[in-house]
């Protein structure tokens, strides 16, 4: 079975320096990159499927954003927060040097592509008006061929939020692995169903053994910039979203849980009112949010990333 390769990229917060660990299939002289970035509180294994379904057409990538994984924890909890992933992501591609570059975002992921998609807009508007702004490399431009927002959109459910963020800075320990996978069974049931097998993959990278304890894989401390998010705070940074969602000017897959509290069907109706690029893909039988573990989830990613018609 093919298994990816791993390496780290140097970053930068206000607070110092940290590692983004990433894991890496398909030929790394392949200049067609495809960035995979997962959920809130998960790892880049969650695309295993995905990416062994595609690296013999990009080179796959899928970074541990930091405070996860085997990534480092930041020295600052108040740094986790989207402009700082979309700092580390443009680190990354800075070493990638992708000739084009697709992107894979679940949740959290999403977020991160759209908030990079906007930035990397704006900063050529910018560019445009200046006058070193023809003599630019553009074809070293942050410009994507392809975004997939799965179960993630400008908007999201704030009820859905707070039970998100009810268990994300809880410290939780088991006595063995089966224990833990039960936990993220239990905790997770909005995947929707999953195969014995499927469910301990989605375990083994998020709880890791400590002291004889199976412990969670990631910085309790992601939930202080959660726990401080105000009213006002959360519809500036929608408006925000909003703006470079209509920006986008490339392919946008919006694959939604139909039973997804975070994006509601409404959302998403208005997102495909608001950018032409935009078509929607619902999975029967799933909430927030499809893991891509299976052909029914896989496929219409892999088809809309490599330009396939339709099924």
């Given at each position: 079975?093919?298994?990816?390769?791993?390496?780290?990229?140097?970053?930068?917060?206000?607070?110092?320096?940290?590692?983004?660990?990433?894991?890496?299939?398909?030929?790394?002289?392949?200049?067609?990159?495809?960035?995979?970035?997962?959920?809130?509180?998960?790892?880049?294994?969650?695309?295993?499927?995905?990416?062994?379904?595609?690296?013999?057409?990009?080179?796959?990538?899928?970074?541990?954003?930091?405070?996860?994984?085997?990534?480092?924890?930041?020295?600052?909890?108040?740094?986790?927060?989207?402009?700082?992933?979309?700092?580390?992501?443009?680190?990354?591609?800075?070493?990638?040097?992708?000739?084009?570059?697709?992107?894979?975002?679940?949740?959290?992921?999403?977020?991160?592509?759209?908030?990079?998609?906007?930035?990397?807009?704006?900063?050529?508007?910018?560019?445009?008006?200046?006058?070193?702004?023809?003599?630019?490399?553009?074809?070293?431009?942050?410009?994507?061929?392809?975004?997939?927002?799965?179960?993630?959109?400008?908007?999201?459910?704030?009820?859905?939020?707070?039970?998100?963020?009810?268990?994300?800075?809880?410290?939780?320990?088991?006595?063995?692995?089966?224990?833990?996978?039960?936990?993220?069974?239990?905790?997770?049931?909005?995947?929707?169903?999953?195969?014995?097998?499927?469910?301990?993959?989605?375990?083994?990278?998020?709880?890791?053994?400590?002291?004889?304890?199976?412990?969670?894989?990631?910085?309790?401390?992601?939930?202080?910039?959660?726990?401080?998010?105000?009213?006002?705070?959360?519809?500036?940074?929608?408006?925000?979203?909003?703006?470079?969602?209509?920006?986008?000017?490339?392919?946008?897959?919006?694959?939604?849980?139909?039973?997804?509290?975070?994006?509601?069907?409404?959302?998403?109706?208005?997102?495909?009112?608001?950018?032409?690029?935009?078509?929607?893909?619902?999975?029967?039988?799933?909430?927030?949010?499809?893991?891509?573990?299976?052909?029914?989830?896989i496929g219409p990613v892999a088809d809309f990333l490599l330009d396939r018609p339709a099924a």
């Amino acid at each position: 079975m093919l298994e990816p390769r791993f390496d780290f990229v140097t970053c930068a917060s206000p607070a110092g320096l940290h590692r983004m660990a990433y894991s890496e299939w398909g030929d790394p002289d392949n200049d067609r990159v495809l960035v995979c970035v997962h959920g809130l509180t998960r790892t880049g294994r969650d695309f295993d499927d995905l990416a062994r379904r595609l690296a013999g057409d990009f080179r796959v990538v899928c970074p541990d954003v930091v405070g996860r994984g085997r990534s480092d924890w930041l020295s600052v909890p108040a740094f986790y927060t989207v402009p700082q992933y979309v700092s580390d992501m443009v680190t990354l591609i800075a070493r990638l040097r992708p000739a084009s570059l697709a992107w894979v975002g679940t949740s959290m992921g999403g977020l991160i592509g759209l908030a990079l998609a906007g930035a990397a807009t704006y900063a050529r508007a910018v560019r445009a008006t200046q006058a070193h702004g023809d003599a630019w490399p553009a074809d070293r431009d942050i410009r994507l061929s392809h975004l997939v927002l799965n179960d993630v959109g400008p908007r999201l459910d704030p009820a859905a939020l707070g039970r998100i963020g009810q268990y994300v800075g809880q410290p939780t320990e088991f006595a063995s692995f089966a224990q833990a996978v039960e936990a993220v069974r239990q905790v997770s049931a909005s995947f929707g169903p999953h195969t014995d097998a499927q469910w301990e993959a989605l375990t083994r990278h998020v709880y890791i053994e400590r002291g004889g304890k199976w412990t969670k894989h990631y910085d309790l401390g992601l939930a202080l910039p959660l726990a401080s998010q105000t009213a006002d705070a959360y519809s500036a940074g929608e408006q925000i979203l909003w703006r470079a969602y209509e920006t986008l000017d490339c392919p946008v897959l919006i694959l939604r849980g139909a039973q997804s509290d975070l994006l509601t069907e409404a959302t998403a109706t208005e997102m495909l009112a608001r950018n032409r690029h935009a078509r929607l893909v619902d999975v029967p039988g799933v909430g927030h949010a499809p893991t891509l573990m299976d052909d029914a989830q896989i496929g219409p990613v892999a088809d809309f990333l490599l330009d396939r018609p339709a099924a």
